[in-house]
């Protein structure tokens, strides 16, 4: 084949106009994966009975801004390394911000406690299946974000699907919020990253075969 | 002072791209193909240097990355130069040819320069051809019958997508469809054939 026969048959006919992405493409998967990963969390878990009182507590809302704000830099970094060439050089800061800023208000919290209560905020009630669960919710996110990664051109695959596998656990930890009986913020800074981390080291490992193109 | 001619030489072309390539997108069949038939004497001279160990896959590299642009081009973030658009593409589709065809150790011969970035790709141009072994009637055979059809009708046949449609009995926008998917495809069999 000739190159020259290759750039006749690119440039002419109906898919030389291009019109733009439309948002379902990306909307409806996220929607349809958000609704499976909370029905998961229903079905197996369940709402926190207090659910309501806990929307009066700001340590909820510290553990539910801090897991949005990590989702939207792990879509934010889904976005960026999809797009062939654009910036991806303060992606890692935008990341370490939320969970620095947390370890922060966790140092101050053990500080603050009672030596013999600080192995509780670390620990918890749940720290042994909370991880797990946060992997589990995520694994319908961590689907739809690499099938909205296939349709576009990550380059660097394994940091692709790293980045679908972060932002995945971000999100499904924004569901596990609405079970966790946990308050801690020590608890958060680490046992939700390390949820968030599974899906991420998933995603890694899946990056280079499910994105090639 | 070299470094300063090579930079305004970049703006220079990534301008003129930038504008063929947005025109293109737009629907002007003219401009597109200059863009294509530019990107592709940048990427010869680009991979010509890199594959100096196998000269015979050239071409087939520089058609692959093409079809790889024209497919991704929904990719384009406007945000970004277009000239770093297109050498990202390059690089990733020679490296990838790199990690499924040679040895590691030759990965890293063949990937020395590429830290100038787009640079090393829009610097030099290569105008003529060499062979590439793929045949695209050949191709085109592999494809299932409704995309094969499509895009023979549309884009070798310069049949309009409304003719294409009643002879093929099929609505305009599963034409459209069929020849996307088409494209899709084709890339798929030029990435998998040796």
Known sequence: ?213 | MRRIEEVDHLRTTELRLHALFLQGRDGDDLAYRRFLTSTATHLRAFLRRRLSRWPDEVEDLVQEALLAIHNQRLSYDTAVPLTAWVYTIARYKLIDWLRRHARRDSLHDALDEVDEGEHALFSSAEAEAGDARRDLAKMLGLLPDKQRDAIVHTKLDGLSTREAAALLQMSESAVKVSVHRGMKTLATILRGSP
Request: aromatic residues 8%; glycine residues 10%.
């Open chain 1, 1 to 213: 084949m000739k190159t020259d026969d290759l750039i006749t048959m690119l440039s002419s006919g109906p898919d030389v106009a291009l019109a733009a992405r439309p948002a379902r493409a990306t909307a409806l998967p996220l929607l349809g994966a958000l609704i499976a990963s909370a029905l998961l969390m229903l079905a197996i878990l369940g709402v926190r009975p207090d659910l309501g009182l806990a929307l009066t507590w700001p340590a909820f809302w510290l553990k539910l801004v801090f897991s949005l704000a990590l989702a939207g830099a792990g879509g934010l970094a889904v976005k960026r390394l999809g797009a062939p060439g654009a910036g991806t050089r303060f992606l890692p800061l935008l990341i370490a911000g939320p969970v620095l800023a947390l370890w922060a208000v966790a140092a101050v919290a053990l500080w603050l406690a009672a030596p013999e209560w600080r192995s509780d905020l670390f620990w918890g009630k749940t720290w042994r299946y909370c991880p797990l669960l946060i992997a589990v919710l995520s694994l319908p996110l961590l689907v739809a974000a690499l099938h909205i990664l296939r349709g576009h051109a990550p380059t660097r695959l394994r940091l692709a699907g790293a980045a679908a596998g972060f932002a995945a656990g971000a999100t499904a930890a924004v569901v596990y919020c609405l079970h966790c009986p946990e308050m801690s913020p020590v608890f958060v800074g680490s046992w939700y990253v390390l949820g968030m981390l599974i899906p991420t080291a998933l995603g890694a490992l899946l990056g280079p075969r499910a994105l090639a193109w």
